[in-house]
């Protein structure tokens, strides 16, 4: 199985950043997406960013638009890590934010976070407050 732990949430101020971290251990072999989800109470699920990790020279990455500009998402393949950096965050960022992986992408092969992919491995989630 594969287990994966974010870090790295806290609060700050509008305008602030923060660093998110997630660990990923077990059987992480062969895992083609892992990306960043977040859910504000009371709301739906929201996919955030995503990168491609099938291998090969260069990333792939896609965003939700609400944070195009703002976030990077990237990978550490010897470490095992999945990285958020969150810029010029504002108070609607304020979410629990959840690191996610796949074994395939979307019906093209992709890691669209915009479009239906198989998220079949989530952690546990790390909280993100945004305050005005």
């Known amino acids: 199985q594969v287990q994966l732990v974010e870090s790295g949430g806290g609060s700050v101020q509008a305008g602030g950043s923060l660093r998110l971290s997630c660990a990923a251990s077990?059987?992480?072999?062969?895992?083609?997406?892992m990306g960043w989800f977040r859910q504000a109470p009371g709301k739906e699920r929201e996919g955030v960013a995503a990168i491609y990790t099938g291998g090969g020279s260069g990333s792939i990455t896609y965003y939700a638009d609400s944070v195009k500009g703002r976030f990077t998402i990237s990978q550490d393949s010897a470490k095992n890590a999945l990285y958020l950096e969150m810029n010029s965050l504002k108070p609607e960022d304020t979410a629990m934010y959840y690191c996610?992986?796949?074994?395939?992408?979307?019906?093209?092969?992709?890691?669209?976070?915009?479009?239906?992919?198989?998220?079949?491995?989530w952690g546990q989630g790390t909280q993100v407050t945004v305050s005005s």
């Open positions: 996610a992986a796949s074994r395939r992408g979307n019906q093209y092969g992709q890691c669209d976070i915009k479009t239906k992919i198989d998220f079949g491995y």
């Open positions: 077990g059987y992480t072999y062969r895992m083609f997406c």
